[in-house]
């Protein structure tokens, strides 16, 4: 299944709002980003780990490295993490497979966030 994000609707119901670039995609599964700007939640620090929740469907796509996005995520649940295989020990975040456009981090996306919600640079730790 992948989703179709509207990012002014959808921010309200995400932990973490952010952008950043995608310096590590692990078989479209793991994906890690490096951020430089959040609009909700608190990661750990720059780098931030999302998985990609769900079964891969014929309209989902794949995000390339090197690109930067806009992500919405989710906290994971217990049932999430043991559904997924992902340590307990970890900070991890979670988001449906995106569909149709890859969520990059284009001006007007920026501005539509920054209209919404008040940027801020992520920690510095990691």
């Known amino acids: 299944m992948c989703i179709q994000v ?17 310096v590590k995609n692990e078989a479209d599964v793991r994906l890690t980003f490096q951020a430089d700007r959040i609009w909700k939640g608190s990661p750990p620090g720059r780098q931030i780990v999302v998985y990609e929740l769900g079964m891969p469907s ?9 690109q930067r996005y806009v992500i919405l995520a ?10 997924n295989g992902i340590s307990p ?29 008040k940027p801020r640079k ?3 730790s990691n």
């Open 6 to 22: 509207d990012y002014s609707t959808s921010l309200p119901h995400a932990d973490l709002a952010f952008a950043g670039t995608l």
């Open 58 to 66: 014929v309209d989902s796509i794949g995000l390339p490295q090197g």
């Open 74 to 83: 989710k906290v994971l649940s217990p049932e999430d993490r043991d559904k």
């Open 89 to 117: 020990d970890e900070t991890a975040f979670g988001m449906g497979r995106p569909c149709g456009k890859a969520p990059i981090a284009t001006p007007t996306v920026i501005a539509q966030l920054d209209k919404v919600a």
């Open 122 to 124: 992520p920690p510095k």
